[in-house]
């Protein structure tokens, strides 16, 4: 990846030998605490037709004399050799019983080229740029945080994808399809995953919840830019969301969610900063990063800074530095200071990883643990 690697001392060839035999362990794991839980297996036939019409994004379309499809597969292979352009899938599902209560994710493993899927006739996620700005996204696992408020607990569900290949292998071609949830995940009492504004530049003016930002273009979050029309772009941006929260939060202590940013962020509530990771200087380019991209983002707001019923602003500057850049993964949202510590009380694996990945070549904690 693109980042710095940190230096790493050369080991005795005995460390080695540990190494080999322990690193299975240490592997299995943190993946295991990272597994998802499937909820809804979602392979198998969609509907597919081939041209555009963003109606077909809407619920109440009438799909029922189109084609099926194989999903994942490339379009190539099930009957629709040779052909780049657009198309659309649909897919109908009723969620299992209690799911509506799950945070739930939509995966629609790897889309060639370019993509956009709706539920239930809402957009919840883009991936590449289309024509005439074509950038291909071919290559990136889409795992999309569902906003619980769009789903139909007792009743039809569509998903709908609209996908624009460019060349060679077309359409939902490889990876895990369905709905899940993620193990240990740390859920918002309420959830700003979605649409935010976006503008790439500085300005420290961004940072008053007065100015108008209506001017600025939408992106999701969380979602790399690179894959929503900023491609190439390394250098400071700005997120905005305009939000209200309940009056039974009021009083309380508010913690801010914003998953993982890449690379170095400042954040904003009502004008006041809240937290940062790093520092981006006055010239941003000379701003050092390592491995703060991988950092989760959780920030405490203090007392009063946040009005019940009224419109509050977050605002984020974050600066990247090559590569991906961005508010690039969840959880994000909100959540009270009890429910905070009620998640920590659950999760003691996270501080004994994150303690060992400082030095994963000294192997006392081994044996003093």
């Known amino acids: 990846m693109k980042k710095n690697r940190p230096t790493i001392f050369k080991p005795h060839r005995m460390y080695f030998l540990l190494i ?49 499809i194989f999903v994942p597969s490339p379009w190539e292979d099930e009957g629709y050799p040779g052909y780049d352009g657009y198309a659309w899938y649909r897919k109908h599902f009723r969620l299992p019983q209690g799911a509506e209560k799950k945070s739930l994710f939509l995966r629609l493993g790897c889309i060639d080229d370019v993509s956009e899927a709706y539920l239930n006739g809402v957009l919840i996620a883009i991936t590449g740029s289309f024509p005439p700005d074509f950038t291909t996204a071919y290559n990136t696992p889409i795992v999309i945080a569902l906003p619980q408020n769009l789903l139909n607990a007792s009743g039809d569900n569509v998903i709908a994808v609209r996908v624009y290949d460019d060349q060679l292998a077309g359409g939902i071609t490889q990876g895990k399809i369905g709905l899940y949830e993620a193990r240990d995940v740390l859920e918002p009492e309420i959830s700003f995953s979605g649409q935010w504004r976006f503008k790439t530049g500085d ?32 250098g400071v941006a700005w997120y905005r969301l305009h939000f209200k929260i ?48 991988s950092e989760f983002r959780v920030y405490t ?69």
């Open 20 to 68: 080999s035999l322990l690193l299975p362990l240490v592997l299995f794991s943190f993946a295991a605490a990272e597994d998802w839980r499937t909820v809804l297996d979602l392979r198998g036939k969609w509907k597919f037709d081939l041209g555009d019409d963003k109606k077909r994004a809407n619920a109440a379309f009438d799909d029922s004399k189109w084609d099926e």
């Open 203 to 234: 300005s420290e003016k961004w940072t008053d919840p007065a100015f108008d930002d209506g001017s600025w273009n939408q992106i999701f979050v969380p979602g790399y830019w690179e894959s929503q029309g900023y491609p190439g772009y390394d």
């Open 246 to 293: 309940p009056a039974e939060l009021e009083g309380k202590t508010i913690i801010f969610l914003l998953g993982k940013i890449d690379d170095l962020d400042e954040t904003y509530v009502n004008g006041k900063e809240i937290g940062h990771v790093g520092r981006i200087k006055s010239n941003p380019k000379r701003s050092e990063h390592n491995n703060e991209y």
């Open 301 to 369: 707001v203090p007392s009063g800074l946040l009005k019940a019923g009224q419109d509050n602003v977050i605002a984020v500057r974050v600066y990247d530095g090559g590569g991906g850049g961005g508010i690039y993964e969840g959880p994000i949202g909100i959540i009270s200071r009890e429910g905070y510590k009620e998640w920590r009380k659950h999760q003691p694996w996270k501080d004994r990883l994150k303690e060992d990945s400082r030095n994963f070549f000294d192997l006392n904690w081994i044996f003093d643990n």
